[in-house]
Structure formats: structure tokens, C-alpha cells
């Protein structure tokens, strides 16, 4: 599987931002008990869970900071999930990865080890001026 992260950019704070997760499925599809998430990692700190969707059942989760200004969701036929970033703040700003893991809620996404994560995507990087 391939995963192929894009939309970052550089926006003054209050901004807004989507970014996009294409995936590449070597069977064509993704599987529905597979969840896919975003993280982000800022200089200096660890990558951190942002937000999750599972591919069938399309139950999301988000981590506290960004409920209510961010939003994820996916195509199933684009085989792409994206995230709608609102109301930036410059503490938003990082590089965010996304990734995919089989046979997972997108609830455990958010709590799992980082090295459990089947696959990433290469990163795209999300500045927010003040």
C-alpha cells in the first residue's frame, strides 16, 4: 500500500486548509475494517494522533485539540481521505502524516503505538502564522 500525502501549505492563523491522503491498494480497495488517520509531528515533540475514520463504517475520532475545527473523511471510490482543517492556530503547525491500519477502530488508532501502524504516508507540512 501506498499512501500519498498533499494539501499542506503555509496560512495565517483563523485560516483553513484540506489536506488529502491518496491510497494505493495493491488489491484495488481498502478493505472495510481498515481505519486511516492523521497524525502530525511538530519540531522537537513526538507524532501525535490527530484525527480517524474506519473505512466501512465511517465512525470517526478525533483528539481533543482539534474537535470542532477539524474534520476527516473519505471517498471510498477515490480510495482518499481527507482532512478539513478550520480555525487554524499556529499550534497546529507541524507535519502531518497520514496512515492506515487493517483491522482497527478508528478509536484505537488514536491510542495505539505509532509502531503499529501498517503503513505511512510521506508527510506534508502545515505552517500557521500568527
Known amino acids: 500500500v501506498q499512501l500519498q500525502a498533499s494539501g499542506g501549505g503555509l496560512v495565517q492563523a483563523g485560516g483553513s486548509l484540506r489536506l488529502s491522503c491518496a491510497a494505493s491498494?495493491?488489491?484495488?480497495?481498502?478493505?472495510?475494517?481498515?481505519?486511516m488517520g492523521w497524525f502530525r509531528q511538530a519540531p522537537g515533540k513526538e507524532r501525535e494522533f490527530v484525527a480517524a475514520?474506519?473505512?466501512?463504517?465511517?465512525?470517526?475520532y478525533y483528539a481533543d485539540s482539534v474537535k470542532g475545527r477539524f474534520t476527516i473523511s473519505r471517498d471510498n471510490a477515490k480510495n482518499t481521505m481527507y482532512l478539513q482543517m478550520n480555525s487554524l492556530e499556529p499550534e497546529d503547525t507541524a507535519v502531518y502524516y497520514c496512515?492506515?491500519?487493517?483491522?482497527?477502530?478508528?478509536?484505537?488508532?488514536?491510542?495505539?503505538?505509532?509502531?503499529?501502524?501498517?503503513?505511512w504516508g510521506q508527510g506534508t507540512q502545515v505552517t500557521v502564522s500568527s
Open positions: 496512515g492506515e491500519k487493517r483491522g482497527s477502530s478508528a478509536r484505537a488508532m488514536s491510542m495505539m503505538d505509532k509502531r503499529n501502524i501498517d503503513y
Open positions: 475514520v474506519n473505512w466501512g463504517t465511517g465512525i470517526t
Open positions: 491498494p495493491a488489491s484495488g480497495r481498502i478493505f472495510s475494517s481498515t481505519s
